[in-house]
């Protein structure tokens, strides 16, 4: 069957083989070893934003943060368009407050736990769509258009950072959108990063004046997160599992 | 799909303004907009928008790129219908700008169960509920007028 929609596809498509044509002529080699040779490609204009020279991450000072304090969990719901309906186990829930109590010496610390955005993410590995994909920055997302709803990520995801959308909603975000049937977690708030801005919950930590989480970009060693993510100790949860998380943590 | 684009393509590509007083009463009102026309014409608008959506959500989505030509959010800047009262309507509104014409064509698009369908601002809980669109209320209305009971009393 031929129609409109098909030749407006094949337009698109087009377009890419061009882009991809036009990088090719800034193709970068590198032998790696003797007989391996890497292979770079130069962007195309349409990938400017999402950098694969970049890698987003957050870095959470543990002892800045405050056990009363939920400015980030707030400012998500208010940035995302999500929030508490008063049903724990099917609410929605893309950063959380989690207190940890060590069992020798009783030492209590509270700490956001969001989408841990791994290099190599369990969710997108299980994904039977491909609706579960990492941007080449490093940003974890769900691709709603595609996700079917089986929650196989919701299951393989370590952190519990992803939840279900259950019910029909309206008012979401113009920059979140969020549906029935679908699951969401932290975008890392990607709408503010491709503008060049800072996480949500980033820009209303610092705004408390604590300043426990930090934004930036883990491949670009003069950025402040690089730069204290050498200096100073910090870990991954489940280090195990050695998924690489973009979220780091110091002083838990 | 194919069918029904030509369905619409036929209906708006050929009734010329002289032809307005011959149309059907089926015909769809279509909410007037705001802001400048669309310098391609409202026929490549009217056939190729599926396609330029579909495009640019990719390219958002994957790989970062805002600087689209098409966004759902943009439509709204000058297709935000409004009702009687001057509020704008929700996709739940058969008045709703996308509806007008997808109601006429008996396509159903699930955009709008994710994005909003009105311009950011607007309080949707307010204007509307989802899911209780305008055709199961006046079917409802006319139940109960009909009927004389409401069905929560028949069952």
Not at chain 1, 16 to 28: K, T
Not at chain 1, 219 to 238: C, F, Q
Not at chain 2, 70 to 98: I, M, N, P, W
Request: negative net charge.
């Amino acid at each position: 069957m031929s129609c409109g929609c098909d030749k407006g596809r094949e337009k698109g498509a087009e377009i890419n083989r061009r882009d991809f044509l036009r990088s090719g002529a800034a193709v970068a080699t590198a032998t790696l070893a003797p007989g391996v040779t890497l292979i770079a490609f130069g962007g195309s204009e349409a990938q400017a934003r999402a950098d694969a020279g970049k890698r987003w991450g957050l870095l959470i000072d543990v002892n800045r943060c405050d056990p009363d304090c939920d400015a980030c969990v707030r400012a998500c719901q208010t940035e995302n368009g999500w929030k508490d309906d008063g049903n724990p186990s099917t609410d929605a829930q893309w950063i959380r407050k989690v207190t940890l109590k060590h069992k020798a010496t009783g030492r209590e610390v509270s700490m956001p736990v969001m989408c841990q955005h791994c290099e190599e993410p369990p969710c997108v590995d299980v994904c039977p769509t491909g609706a579960s994909f990492k941007r080449a920055d490093g940003i974890v997302l769900v691709d709603k258009h595609i996700c079917i709803g089986c929650r196989y990520c919701m299951m393989a995801c370590p952190f519990k950072a992803r939840s279900f959308v259950h019910e029909p909603l309206v008012n979401q975000s113009e920059n979140a959108p969020r549906g029935m049937g679908t699951v969401e977690s932290c975008t890392l708030c990607v709408h503010r990063v491709d503008a060049g801005g800072t996480p949500a919950c980033v820009e209303a930590c610092a705004a408390t004046g604590k300043g426990a989480i930090i934004f930036g970009d883990l491949k670009d060693p003069d950025s402040e997160i690089s730069k204290r993510l050498a200096d100073y100790p910090s870990v991954a949860l489940r280090p195990d599992l050695e998924l690489n998380p973009g979220v780091r943590y110091s002083n838990i | 799909m194919g069918r029904i684009l030509l369905m619409l393509t036929l209906a708006f590509g050929w009734v010329g303004p002289g032809l307005t007083e011959e149309r059907s009463s089926l015909w769809p009102e279509i909410p007037k907009a705001t802001g400048d026309p669309h310098p391609e014409g409202n026929a490549y608008w009217r056939k190729y928008h599926p396609d330029m959506l579909r495009h640019d959500r990719d390219l958002t989505m994957h790989q970062g790129d805002r600087q689209v030509q098409a966004s759902l959010k943009a439509c709204f800047d000058c297709h935000a219908a409004k009702d009687q009262a001057g509020q704008v309507v929700t996709y739940a509104d058969e008045r709703h700008f996308c509806r007008t014409c997808h109601d006429y064509a008996a396509v159903k698009v699930d955009c709008f169960m994710c994005h909003r369908s009105t311009p950011e601002g607007v309080d949707e809980t307010a204007v509307e509920h989802a899911g209780l669109d305008g055709r199961a209320r006046r079917i409802a209305a006319w139940l109960e007028e009909t009927t004389g009971t409401d069905r929560e009393g028949s069952r």
